[in-house]
């Protein structure tokens, strides 16, 4: 059938100067081979390399496009007329005036310019906790231009955050963190969008959670939820970038399971709960999540750049008090369970099993393996009456120097060093175990327990409760 | 040599009324005349509505079938689409990266700056044949 193939002004050059085109055809395809046929020129303009249709060129048959019939299978009829539309579109750069100001000496630089900050504009970058690390990520991030921050804490700001966790103010005391990350970040930079998560990250919604971001950055301070999002980025191919901080100590990695190792060819396995106290037990110099958190939002801006060299393969290591940066290098394990040549894991599984963490939330046991607990209230009464009770805190010595209960005749027993100082407490004692919160004595009950221990009871709320109920000129720390 | 593209007075003031009413959002069109000499000559600007439906304030998108239609009607009274105009809210009349990515090359593409809700003068581009880069084009005024 002969039909007209009508062609758009910008590609009659192509055409001889023809407007219209009669070419006798029985599909849209066909009719449109005959045209580049007849004019070889039109034929990058209309076809991509795989021989398809150009996404910026639309073909109609009369009033109908193509796309919505057969596509360039589409029969055609005597008379009808093929017209090539182009596909038109456009708009203003990514930026606003008010942004361009606002950015001024990041375009500056060549290293950045528009295009960086485009990109910046365009990123998604998920930070894990906006407590100590979180802090100086959030903040820092946000300034440069981040387009959308997500952030995942379940946590409510404490006052004894505030000494590091800078993000925060003293008014947010009692707040979600969520909410003041968000007011403090807008804030900041107007033009990002924040996303929160109040819930904490589990194996059950991790991959969920993290699959639309481009770059995740762990600023977690327990070994169940690094392994956790460890794993979930190398299922879901994501960079993660990795800090953490022991008191005087930072490291510094980025781990993209494609490109190099990851967290678990490092550390194959987690130390034995109980080795490693949290910044609540062993304490931290608020500065230095500062500095690693701040070092870990420049990694994020580096990998959303493209520029410099990302600490992909390298670990970074900072001496607070020596003030030296080391550097070690990683490789990936060829055997690693999860990024190796022959992955064993290929979901996430179990964390706090995995890390031996007795699975009990700090507010108290809610499983089976629940230890004896005794009140502060009935501790005081059975003192008062004389019964004869050994007392054991089970802190660190600098928490005994804060507060302690001497006078009652408590002993102090580090948890670490319970086991080897066992055998200092008689096995026919009526035991009572404490700390600052419960936490940790319930571990050492659980170890004198299985070591053979029979009369044994964890002081419910530790110190803290004792503060609140019996003793408030204790200090709470 | 800038190349030349003129429009009646009317025209421009259509142009710039269109794109300030759009404010904060960019507004599209289509550009109706012909070409004589290599001077292009602008007889009248047909609005269409801008496709997107999310950021309106710095994308546009004009709907093929909308192209088509009006590109039937143009040929039939002997005109041609010359190009197309849109407007950059709260940008200057420059054509971004984003710009450049969708452009064909022969159309005139009419950007009008709109500063907090004031149109500004508008400025002419056309894409080289190598997608390289836009070359301004001079708008002179037809009385």
Known sequence: ?477 | MMRRIRMPAGVIDALLGYAGTGYPEEVCGVLVGQEDDGVRHIARLAPVRNERNDERRRRYLIDANALRRIEADVAAEGLDVIGFYHSHPDHPAIPSAFDREHAWPWYSYVIVPVARGRAGPPRAWRLQDDRGAFIEETISVDS
């Not at chain 1, 906790?129 to 300034?143: D, F, I, N, Q, V």
């Not at chain 1, 994501?238 to 967290?263: H, T």
């Not at chain 1, 010595?397 to 060093?417: F, K, M, T, V």
Request: charged share 25%; with cysteine.
């Open chain 1, 1 to 477: 059938m002969t039909i007209s193939i009508r062609i758009p002004a910008a590609l009659r050059s192509y055409a001889n100067g023809d407007g219209e085109v009669q070419v006798a055809a029985a599909t849209v395809s066909d009719a449109l081979r005959q045209l580049v046929d007849r004019y070889p020129s039109l034929l990058p303009h209309l076809f991509d390399a795989s021989g398809e249709l150009r996404n910026f060129v639309n073909a109609f048959v009369n009033e109908d496009d193509v796309r919505t019939l057969d596509g360039p299978a589409t029969r055609v009829s005597a008379g009808d007329t093929i017209t090539i539309v182009p596909s038109i579109a456009g708009g203003a750069g990514a930026l606003s005036a008010e942004e361009v100001r606002r950015y001024s000496r990041h375009l500056i630089m060549p290293e950045v310019g528009m295009e960086g900050q485009r990109k910046l504009k365009e990123a998604k970058i998920l930070l894990i906790g906006a407590g100590g690390l979180g802090s100086p990520l959030g903040l820092y991030l946000a300034a440069a231009g981040i387009g959308t921050i997500g952030i995942v804490d379940f946590d409510v700001v404490d006052e004894t955050n505030l000494q590091r966790q800078v993000m925060h103010g003293t008014r947010d005391v009692g707040r979600r963190k969520i909410d003041s990350a968000r007011d403090r970040l807008l804030d900041i930079n107007p033009h990002i969008d924040i996303v929160g998560y109040e819930t904490a990250l589990t194996s059950a919604n991790a991959l969920d959670i993290l699959a639309p971001w481009d770059v995740v950055i762990d600023g977690t301070d327990n070994f169940p939820t690094r392994y956790l999002v460890n794993d979930a980025c190398v299922l879901l191919g994501k960079p993660n970038v990795y800090g953490s901080i022991f008191r005087f100590e930072g490291q510094l990695s980025v781990f993209w399971a494609e490109q190099g190792p990851c967290y678990r060819c490092l550390f194959r396995e987690p130390p034995p709960p109980g080795l490693v106290p949290s910044c609540a037990e062993g304490g931290v110099l608020g500065v230095l999540p500062g500095i690693i958190g701040t070092l870990q939002a420049l990694e994020g801006i580096k990998l959303v750049l493209g520029a410099g060299d990302a600490m992909i393969g390298r670990l970074l290591l900072f001496d607070a008090l020596m003030m030296r940066f080391r550097e070690l290098k990683l490789r990936k394990d060829p055997d690693c369970v999860i990024c190796g040549a022959n992955p064993t894991i290929r979901g996430l599984i179990d964390y706090d099993e995995f890390c031996g963490v007795p699975a009990f939330a700090a507010a108290g046991a809610a499983d089976g393996d629940a230890v004896p607990a005794i009140t502060v209230m009935e501790l005081k009464q059975r003192l008062d009456r004389g019964d004869p009770l050994t007392l054991i805190d089970v802190r660190e010595p600098h928490e005994w120097d804060i507060a302690n209960l001497e006078e009652y005749g408590a002993r102090l027993i580090p948890l670490g060093s319970l086991p080897a100082r066992m055998n200092e407490i008689g096995s026919a004692e009526e035991v009572v175990l404490f700390c600052r919160t419960g936490g940790r004595s319930a571990r050492a009950l659980r170890q004198l327990r299985d070591a053979g221990f029979r009369r044994l009871w964890n002081l419910e709320g530790g110190l803290h409760a004792w503060s609140d109920a019996i003793d408030p000129s204790m200090p709470r720390y």
